[in-house]
């Protein structure tokens, strides 16, 4: 019987301080480390994770990198300090007709923070996340059916985000571009003009070898006739 209690007071202690350490990690909010390449730490979909704290689950360890994701740090606990101040952060994707329905992947990352968002079709491809102060820039922006890459978004390259203040706007627009029907004609214009041009200049140049041609066969001629003269002379 003692045991017994014996082996459950170490499964529950076990089970609390897992709690506790995932509870830790969730309060702090910081990147995933979810493998290595070589040195460097790699996020989820193996890019480097740079400047800023990530989380090791494998090691349960927290690891400060370098701009090359390389290891400067490295601490088994993590003191976030006092709370930082929070502002907010509105997404909207915009998808071209034939993917909508599918949903949209985005990653927002600062020196020290990183967040991640699903944008549905069913809100409008519209979210509002809060976030700490800072200045971000869009780490992974998705289409969940475009497996081939073929729809890149457009986004501003940074944004900041401020305390107490409207929301940092960011529009991603997935949208292929279109080129104006005026450009394309002007394209076409200008294509034929050239056209024009060395189909000109070739025309030129053939006039000018057939008046060459011309030339040299008189010059022969007369040739011929002056030698025949000179031959018909002697002769005589």
Do not use: C
Request: proline content about 3%; hydrophobic content about 40%; charged content about 25%.
């Amino acid at each position: 019987m003692k045991t017994i209690k014996r082996s459950l007071a170490i499964i529950i202690g076990i089970i609390m301080i897992a709690a506790m350490t995932f509870t830790v990690y969730a309060e702090i909010d910081m990147p995933m480390i979810y493998g290595w390449d070589g040195d460097v730490a790699t996020n989820f979909v193996g890019e480097p994770i740079s400047d800023t704290w990530a989380f090791d689950p494998d090691t349960e360890t927290y690891y400060l990198l370098d701009s090359e994701g390389k290891v400067k740090q490295e601490e088994k606990s993590f003191d976030s300090g006092e709370e930082a101040e929070k502002g907010y952060v509105e997404l909207h994707a915009i998808l071209p007709d034939d993917l909508k329905g599918y949903d949209v992947e985005v990653t927002i990352s600062s020196a020290t923070q990183s967040y991640s968002k699903t944008l549905y079709e069913v809100n409008d491809y519209k979210t509002m996340m809060e976030v700490d102060v800072g200045t971000y820039n869009i780490e992974l922006a998705m289409i969940s059916g475009d497996l081939k890459g073929q729809y890149p978004a457009k986004f501003d390259s940074d944004f900041v985000v401020y305390a107490d203040s409207t929301a940092a706007l960011i529009e991603l627009d997935f949208r292929p571009v279109e080129v104006p029907a005026e450009t394309v004609q002007e394209d076409i214009s200008e294509q034929k003009a050239t056209d024009d041009e060395a189909d000109k200049k070739d025309e030129g140049i053939n006039i000018f070898q057939i008046i060459v041609i011309v030339i040299l066969v008189v010059i022969v001629i007369v040739g011929i006739i002056a030698a025949k003269k000179i031959h018909d002379n002697s002769v005589e």
